[in-house]
Nanobody, 117 residues
Framework: QVHLVESGGGLVQAGGSLRLSCAAS????????MGWYRQVPGKQRELVAT???????NYADSVKGRFTISRDNAKNSVYLQMNSLKPEDTAVYYC???????????WGQGTQVTVSS
């Protein structure tokens, strides 16, 4: 199957920046969409940004203009550049990959992002 390894989370002050990375390994053939989701205690996991293999991108309205998603197909990796961070961005961020258009989702273990005031 697909194994996703995340890096780049941490603690940052409001207005600062972080860059998250996620590398897929294992059975990586047929991966199409990759993306980032986040979750805070007591709330449902929510979409942050997704990007297809052909680089069609979708952002949540709350991060549009501040976050940038990108990918390197040769490295089977997806990245999330987070600028102008706000305390409400604090969450566990999860990397996701999906095979084809309707295949199952694969998830990373999550990385904590904490934004202080």
């Amino acid at each position: 199957q697909v194994h996703l390894v995340e890096s780049g989370g941490g603690l940052v002050q409001a207005g600062g920046s972080l860059r998250l990375s996620c590398a897929a390994s294992g059975s990586v053939f047929s991966i199409n969409a990759m993306g980032w989701y986040r979750q805070v205690p007591g709330k449902q996991r929510e979409l942050v940004a997704t990007i297809t293999r052909d680089r069609v991108i979708n952002y949540a309205d709350s991060v549009k203009g501040r976050f940038t998603i990108s990918r390197d197909n040769a490295k089977n990796s997806v990245y999330l550049q987070m600028n102008s961070l706000k305390p409400e961005d604090t969450a566990v961020y999860y990397c996701k990959a999906r095979k084809g258009d309707y295949g199952e989702d694969y998830w990373g273990q999550g990385t904590q992002v904490t934004v202080s005031s």
